[in-house]
């Protein structure tokens, strides 16, 4: 059994991590609860007011470097981990190692450089403003990339001087448990980085409703994201919500289709489409959309499934109800309309039987506004329209309640940064797609994908406070 944090779970309080591609049980996991939360959030508490060393900020820059480099070390048997319990592709479970590092890494250098200000009132005053850590922070986050956003969360957090705990998704839990194990082996003082795994309703609702935390963080769906709001709200507790997205990718006449195709392809199947910030609408003008659907299918057709230790292009889906969710969503498209261009079915043979492989799908002729059009599939499912002209383009892209990640594709650089504005997303890409990003760049939701922002400077501003200090001279 993996060792987490929690000790001493209640007898036969456990729950199982399950490998999607083959349904094998990997490993046993402690059933957190109000007991175990309670426990690590006064842990926390005891870690944030009594480890002096924290408050030094060489100390904490020293300590995350550590940690950057232990992950680093670890990096091939970390990938296997998360390969195996999230179904993904080996090559890209090497990638969320990678980036783990590098949050660590990135806000180690952030951390001895967290400057207040000082303002200007005349020679009568000293006023300036210091950035103060929360205290206990609480974090959630989803399964489908548990080590990159456990990282992204804490990493920054630890940075300014917080303490965490962190409830990772019953689905997914492994790697975020040995991320708090490396760290302490890495020299994070106890306390400061706690995992407490279990299911949402049970570990998750008593994080958010413990009196002793500070600020809260969730990573994961609208419908939770409500719920955990709601609640902090009764608490009066600061929160930042990152949720999720339906992003367009919009493809203008003059679109480097030969530059375009390859990315639109891997924004839309990386991690089996179960990503936030997936590229999951294409709106091409109308004279190339019929070359441009030509040309997805013809790749989307060619691609490689497999289990992701085997290091398919696409892997199965998390989980039997995943799969009924995205297939679901795929048939009662085509129900409504939709025409399906390919894809569409459960993919069998080989070694594709015992897990949930859903094939590359695209649907053209999608009407906006229907379920396929406004609502996330979590699958590798792409809904595709076309638009006359630019004005067409933006509304359509504008068009869901979501707002986290958005593509233009065009040669003409002035059309693309006007349109840029005009946007409603937290991120938006000129002729390429970071599917979120990288580590340095702000990313969060306009809509209805959440407030708060993390990743950047911005994570550093969402984990402290300011205090403004004014003295008379
Ligand atoms: P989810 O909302 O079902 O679960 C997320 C987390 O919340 C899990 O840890 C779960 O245990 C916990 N949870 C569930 N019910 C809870 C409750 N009542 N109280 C407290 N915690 C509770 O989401 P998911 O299915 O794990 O992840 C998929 C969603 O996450 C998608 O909508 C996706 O877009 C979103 N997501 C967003 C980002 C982003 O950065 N914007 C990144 C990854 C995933």
């Given at each position: 059994?993996?060792?987490?944090?929690?000790?001493?779970?209640?007898?036969?309080?456990?729950?199982?991590?399950?490998?999607?591609?083959?349904?094998?049980?990997?490993?046993?996991?402690?059933?957190?609860?109000?007991?175990?939360?309670?426990?690590?959030?006064?842990?926390?508490?005891?870690?944030?007011?009594?480890?002096?060393?924290?408050?030094?900020?060489?100390?904490?820059?020293?300590?995350?470097?550590?940690?950057?480099?232990?992950?680093?070390?670890?990096?091939?048997?970390?990938?296997?981990?998360?390969?195996?319990?999230?179904?993904?592709?080996?090559?890209?479970?090497?990638?969320?190692?990678?980036?783990?590092?590098?949050?660590?890494?990135?806000?180690?250098?952030?951390?001895?450089?967290?400057?207040?200000?000082?303002?200007?009132?005349?020679?009568?005053?000293?006023?300036?403003?210091?950035?103060?850590?929360?205290?206990?922070?609480?974090?959630?986050?989803?399964?489908?990339?548990?080590?990159?956003?456990?990282?992204?969360?804490?990493?920054?957090?630890?940075?300014?001087?917080?303490?965490?705990?962190?409830?990772?998704?019953?689905?997914?839990?492994?790697?975020?448990?040995?991320?708090?194990?490396?760290?302490?082996?890495?020299?994070?003082?106890?306390?400061?980085?706690?995992?407490?795994?279990?299911?949402?309703?049970?570990?998750?609702?008593?994080?958010?409703?413990?009196?002793?935390?500070?600020?809260?963080?969730?990573?994961?769906?609208?419908?939770?994201?409500?719920?955990?709001?709601?609640?902090?709200?009764?608490?009066?507790?600061?929160?930042?919500?990152?949720?999720?997205?339906?992003?367009?990718?919009?493809?203008?006449?003059?679109?480097?289709?030969?530059?375009?195709?390859?990315?639109?392809?891997?924004?839309?199947?990386?991690?089996?489409?179960?990503?936030?910030?997936?590229?999951?609408?294409?709106?091409?003008?109308?004279?190339?959309?019929?070359?441009?659907?030509?040309?997805?299918?013809?790749?989307?057709?060619?691609?490689?499934?497999?289990?992701?230790?085997?290091?398919?292009?696409?892997?199965?889906?998390?989980?039997?109800?995943?799969?009924?969710?995205?297939?679901?969503?795929?048939?009662?498209?085509?129900?409504?309309?939709?025409?399906?261009?390919?894809?569409?079915?459960?993919?069998?043979?080989?070694?594709?039987?015992?897990?949930?492989?859903?094939?590359?799908?695209?649907?053209?002729?999608?009407?906006?506004?229907?379920?396929?059009?406004?609502?996330?599939?979590?699958?590798?499912?792409l809904a595709a329209t076309s638009f006359q002209e630019e004005d067409?383009?933006?509304?359509?892209?504008?068009?869901?309640?979501?707002?986290?990640?958005?593509?233009?594709?065009?040669?003409?650089?002035?059309?693309?940064?006007?349109?840029?504005?005009?946007?409603?997303?937290?991120?938006?890409?000129?002729?390429?797609?970071?599917?979120?990003?990288?580590?340095?760049?702000?990313?969060?939701?306009?809509?209805?994908?959440?407030?708060?922002?993390?990743?950047?400077?911005?994570?550093?501003?969402?984990?402290?406070?300011?205090?403004?200090?004014?003295?008379?001279?």
């Amino acid at each position: 059994m993996i060792e987490t944090e929690i000790k001493e779970p209640e007898a036969g309080r456990v729950f199982p991590a399950l490998d999607p591609a083959t349904g094998e049980v990997l490993d046993w996991l402690p059933r957190g609860g109000s007991a175990e939360i309670d426990r690590a959030v006064r842990e926390g508490r005891r870690a944030f007011e009594e480890e002096r060393s924290w408050r030094q900020p060489a100390t904490r820059a020293r300590v995350l470097n550590a940690i950057a480099r232990a992950i680093e070390e670890q990096a091939e048997p970390l990938a296997v981990l998360e390969c195996r319990d999230t179904g993904k592709p080996l090559t890209q479970a090497r990638t969320d190692v990678t980036v783990a590092a590098r949050y660590f890494q990135y806000y180690a250098g952030w951390a001895d450089k967290i400057y207040g200000q000082q303002i200007p009132l005349g020679e009568r005053f000293l006023d300036y403003t210091l950035r103060e850590p929360w205290g206990v922070c609480g974090q959630i986050i989803p399964w489908n990339y548990p080590l990159q956003v456990s990282s992204r969360l804490a990493a920054p957090a630890l940075a300014v001087g917080n303490a965490v705990v962190l409830k990772p998704a019953e689905e997914a839990s492994l790697t975020a448990v040995r991320l708090a194990e490396i760290a302490r082996a890495a020299g994070l003082p106890d306390g400061l980085l706690q995992v407490v795994t279990g299911y949402g309703e049970e570990a998750g609702s008593a994080l958010v409703e413990h009196p002793g935390i500070d600020h809260l963080s969730f990573v994961g769906s609208p419908a939770v994201g409500t719920l955990i709001a709601l609640a902090a709200a009764r608490r009066l507790v600061p929160i930042s919500l990152e949720l999720g997205g339906k992003s367009p990718q919009v493809l203008f006449p003059d679109t480097d289709l030969d530059l375009a195709i390859p990315v639109i392809v891997r924004a839309l199947i990386q991690n089996a489409g179960q990503t936030c910030s997936a590229g999951a609408r294409l709106i091409a003008h109308a004279d190339i959309y019929g070359q441009v659907l030509a040309r997805l299918k013809e790749r989307l057709e060619a691609i490689r499934l497999g289990p992701g230790l085997e290091d398919p292009e696409l892997g199965p889906l998390i989980s039997a109800a995943q799969f009924e969710r995205a297939h679901g969503m795929t048939q009662r498209a085509i129900a409504e309309g939709a025409r399906l261009v390919s894809g569409g079915a459960r993919a069998s043979g080989h070694n594709l039987d015992a897990g949930y492989f859903l094939q590359p799908t695209l649907l053209a002729d999608v009407v906006p506004g229907s379920e396929i059009w406004t609502e996330e599939v979590f699958g590798p499912v792409l809904a595709a329209t076309s638009f006359q002209e630019e004005d067409e383009a933006i509304s359509l892209a504008n068009s869901t309640t979501y707002g986290l990640v958005a593509a233009l594709w065009t040669r003409d650089l002035s059309r693309a940064h006007r349109l840029a504005r005009r946007i409603r997303a937290g991120q938006v890409f000129i002729n390429t797609y970071g599917a979120g990003g990288g580590v340095e760049l702000p990313f969060g939701g306009y809509n209805r994908s959440g407030y708060g922002r993390g990743k950047g400077q911005e994570a550093i501003l969402t984990f402290s406070q300011v205090k403004n200090i004014c003295a008379a001279l």
